[in-house]
């Protein structure tokens, strides 16, 4: 399916009664309306009233996020239960229809929003228990549609805390993030979500369910199952519940705002702050202040707490926390990063309304929505310390492209990832062309992997990137990734179309 505006969508049923020609099943098995409308009725009996929406009831769950994509489903089936959600899965198989997963349909990629017009959206929400918060043990296991923040919620309740923590936390997942591998704000001390996952419950493609829901800190007995399905987007499986670990809640935290004194000292700061701080840095974001600008003027209560910067000043927000107070050491650290001359001036936040305000400036930094633009956007990572000259490069390269385009960089460069964006300038409904778009997209994934680097560092793959992603990785990692695909969902029935064609 096209991005909206893009090709029209000549068909677009919102039930099965509107099914006109005859559906062909995978190889070629030949599959009727009937049998579609069958299994259909078959879906809703199993589900009951609560437990399925269709029409202009799936009218949410059949656009993602951003708008970008937009189908929908024969039916938006909600299970409750392993059981109900297992049941789908085998009338879906059995008629051949296809199905999406989705979480809180946060996802950045179009993971979430069915390809074509034959699919069921298996909605998680409404498996959305904690199971157990497991404090001895530092794990808390969940189903998969609790929401990220429900997860630190209780985890915070034990004295403990969940690593995982990204701007969507009250609407994204347990299943989502793990499918999609998140990452967010605290990957530079705890990883992403691949990091946090102990064991998972999966329903597999052929309905029968994988009980690896296991807490164990060390098991050599073979291939690490739950990997696989981390960052697999829904394509080998559906996880039902999760296992995660825990760290011991931090008592102390304490964030600051600092203006570099050029691009140049970014990474002789992290480093001073990696060394010096022994554990305790748990954030360091790159923030244009062109941006922090922008977001000032137009965002409700948001402050700047560096007025004076000059217009294309860079900054470094960074969070210390630990258990015991930080406040000396990040006092240390930024008399010594002044005395180096890598920082030119800095803000503290004193107060938990002063913490709020400097990480507001930092999620509200994705430029599209805030300058109401549309460019080229890239969620790249590199080895740490490649990130500046990275950056320098995609800079001069998109501007011998286009002398006029802006290159717009923030996010997690204490992880070596950037959310990168070409844009044809700030003034509001600025669109670049897309012959443009193409071009300045395919160089800057050259150079991305000319330094080592990756075209997707914690958004997946989904719609969006699955052509590009084919080019980053090589011919033998790609046959094994198809031979996996192939053995768990040989009748690729599970999200088709994502990841790859
Ligand atoms: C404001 C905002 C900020 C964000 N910030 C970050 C960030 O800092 N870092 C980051 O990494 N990401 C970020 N994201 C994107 C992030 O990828 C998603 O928020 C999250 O990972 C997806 O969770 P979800 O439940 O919404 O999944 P969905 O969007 O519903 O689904 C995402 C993918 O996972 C699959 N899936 C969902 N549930 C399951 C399941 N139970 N089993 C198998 N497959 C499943 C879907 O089929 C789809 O392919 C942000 C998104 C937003 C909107």
Redesign the pocket.
Known sequence: MGRRGGTAIRHRPTDTHTWEHRLFGRYGARMTVSAVTTAIEQLKDVLGPRGWLAGPDTVDAST???GYWTQAPLLLARPSTVEELRSVVTICRDAAVNI??????????G??IPTDQQSVIIS?KR?NRIIEVDADCSTITAE??V??QELQEAARAADRQLAAD???RG???????????????NVLRSG??RDQVLGLE?VLPDGRVWDGLRSLRKDASGYGLQHM?VG????L????KAVLKLEPLDLYEQSFLATVSSLDAVLPFFSMATTQAEGKLSAFELLPNLGIRKIVETVHDAHHPLPDSAADAWHVLARFSGRRPVTDDLTELLSGASDAGMIVDAAVAETAAQNDNLWTLR?EL?PEPLFGVSGAKFDAAVPVSHIIEYLKEVTARAQSIEPTSLTFAF??VGDGNLHLYVLPGTEPGMTMAPEQKAEITAAIDDITWSHGGTIS????V?QELRSRMLTQKGDVEIDLMRTIKNAIDPNNTF?PD?LFT
């Open positions: 993602d996020h951003r999406v997963t989705q979480g809180g349909n946060t996802g950045l990629s993971g979430s998680t498996m998969a549609g929401t990220i990204w701007g969507a609407t994204a997942t347990l299943g989502g993030g793990l499918s999609t591998d998140a990452g967010g704000i992403t979500m999966v399905f697999a987007e829904g394509t499986g559906i996880i039902t999620e994705p996010g997690h560092a914690e958004h997946g989904g999200n994502k």
